[in-house]
């Protein structure tokens, strides 16, 4: 025994040299080449080996050490550093298991739209999704994007699962979901399949949409009396404002009602662009049909429409005012004819909550019709003696089952200018400012007839947005202020999508970090050894000078 205790005194010092070098060599195996795991693992328990075989021949002093007054408080040390690494321990357990996530770029980039995220949500069925991505180099970006796309949507719903095959180790697979193309990825959900080709949050969420079932709400744009065109690229195109809302799920087409004057039944919100040629009797009586229906029209209408829009409205109620918008105080520099609104400056509507400035070029203003002022002024009239409210457009406008809301207006100092060629105000011929050059109408009935009785459940209404201008939701404007978030939040509205409306995310601005191969391997290293190592050293320093 003491032949034992002999060899293990003269070779501790060895052992707990050669134990330290054995667990540091397995912190660099594990962490250069992690495929070598038990290597790491042997190094592990051989270090650990020759540190027992320390602390045996080190029996005696330690336990001199331990009980003596500086043992006792190392003793008392070390509990506490085990106490504060099991409370970390813990959180982290905690915060894996419970975690919150907060993405804090200036433009949302890693938080997937809200509209998504109630997608996601609401599955009620598996889905599962099969990418088909061969080893090669030219594709790992794309398998890379789409797992970190697949994990966000994950995230919020587990019944979404998602896996990665070699088309070229399995092409039997790939021939029974009938992959034509690398990097295609298959959405599947009961008998339902659809494939993906390019990995974004657009072409998932749609496809999410089919393979489980659920139906895109359709915007149809009306064409065919020079509005404007949703597939024109060019500044005076729609194409920027379709492909908004195709990115908040809708289906958007176009609809010639020459040859069929009918508004589809699966039209959700019918969008009228800047008309500027007559409307044929019969497309005007379908578009009346189609309101008196419970329908839901945009109307985007530039000074001096065409008659027939504000024949279309008359029966509402309202109408869009002969000229245009001059104002003196907000507008765009130089133009006194491109008004603009402020973002404190919105009346409190649900399509202006949060919005930014908004402007628009060659603005119109929206007015009440004779008939609507008259049974209005008569209502004040069998009121008297109540407290007064303020005038239109100031305050909302009431009679029955309708209501016309004020939702963008100019400023006292503005004024209607019914001359095309001056930009002076005359109080004969232009209408004084406030305007209200956006409004919201709700109705159950047109202004002429009885609301119908509603049965049990059931409240279907008119919806109309007039905006007097296009140009703010073509491709020169849309994406500038809030006209893009106005555009689409008035079709969110109108097609009874409150849920979506929300202030978008400003297009995303590239940066990057350019640094050398030196620079970019000291950050990693130092990021995961230096304040450990600093630490050590540190706690080596105070416990020699304790000593």
């Not at 007054?69 to 982290?92: E, H």
Request: proline share 5%.
């Amino acid at each position: 025994m003491s032949r034992v205790r002999s060899f293990l005194i003269a070779v501790r010092t060895l052992a707990v040299i050669l134990g330290a070098v054995s667990i540091f060599a397995a912190a660099l195996v594990r962490f250069f080449l992690p495929e070598l795991t038990n290597s790491a693992l042997g190094l592990v328990i051989m270090g650990a080996a020759l540190i027992l075989i320390f602390c045996l021949g080190s029996l005696s002093e330690i336990k001199t050490f331990l009980f003596s007054k500086q043992g006792r408080y190392s003793v008392n040390t070390t509990i506490m550093i085990a106490v504060f690494v099991a409370i970390l321990i813990l959180a982290n357990f905690f915060g894996l298991t419970n975690h919150r996530r907060f993405d804090v770029t200036a433009s949302s980039k890693f938080t997937l739209a809200t509209q998504t995220q109630r997608v996601i949500k609401e599955l009620k069925q598996p889905v599962q999704v099969i990418g088909f991505f061969p080893e090669v180099a030219n594709l790992r970006a794309a398998k890379e994007a789409a797992r970190n796309l697949l994990d966000e949507y994950r995230y919020f719903n587990r019944k979404l699962s998602y896996k990665f095959v070699d088309p070229d180790a399995k092409p039997g697979l790939a021939k029974q979901y009938r992959v034509q193309y690398n990097g295609s990825l298959v959405f599947l959900s009961r008998e339902r399949q659809k494939i993906v080709l390019i990995p974004n949050e657009q072409n998932f969420t749609g496809a999410l949409l089919e393979v489980t079932g659920v139906k895109a709400k359709k915007v149809y744009f009306l064409s065919g009396h020079g509005e404007r065109d949703i597939n024109n690229v060019r500044e005076t195109g729609y194409s920027v404002a379709r492909m908004g809302l195709i990115r908040d799920l809708y289906k958007v087409d176009s609809l010639n009602l020459t040859l069929n004057p009918q508004v589809p039944q699966d039209c959700a919100v019918l969008v009228i662009a800047g008309p500027k040629k007559a409307l044929p009797k019969a497309e005007t009586e379908a578009i009346l049909n189609y309101l008196k229906g419970n329908g839901k029209v945009l109307l985007l209408a530039d000074p001096n429409p065409p008659a027939e829009v504000n024949e279309i409205l008359a029966t509402w109620g309202i109408a869009v005012g002969r000229g245009r918008i001059v104002d003196k105080i907000a507008y765009v520099s130089p133009d006194k004819t491109t008004p603009a609104v402020f973002r404190d400056k919105y009346p409190p509507v649900v399509v202006t909550a949060g919005l930014d400035t908004t402007y628009f070029p060659e603005a119109s203003s929206v007015v009440l019709t004779k008939e609507l002022k008259r049974v209005i002024d008569s209502m004040k009239e069998q009121a008297k003696g109540q407290e007064k409210q303020p005038e239109w457009p100031l305050s909302p406008a009431q009679y029955g089952s309708l209501v016309v809301l004020p939702a963008i207006l100019t400023t006292e100092s503005s004024w209607l200018e019914t001359d095309s060629k001056e930009e002076r105000f005359d109080k004969d011929t232009d209408v004084q400012g406030p305007l209200a050059l956006g409004i919201l109408m709700i109705a159950s009935a047109p202004l002429s007839e009885e609301a119908p009785a509603k049965k049990q459940g059931e409240e279907k209404l008119t919806r109309i947005v007039i905006l007097g201008d296009s140009d703010f939701a073509s491709n020169q404007h849309i994406q500038n202020g809030g006209n893009g978030d106005l555009f689409l939040n008035s079709v969110n509205w109108l097609a009874e999508e409150e849920h979506l409306i929300y202030v978008r995310p400003k297009p995303f601005t590239f940066r990057r970090l350019v640094i050398s191969k030196d620079a970019s391997r000291f950050i990693r290293f130092s990021s995961v050894a230096l304040l450990p190592f600093l630490l050590v050293v540190l706690s080596a320093i105070i416990w020699i000078r304790k000593r």
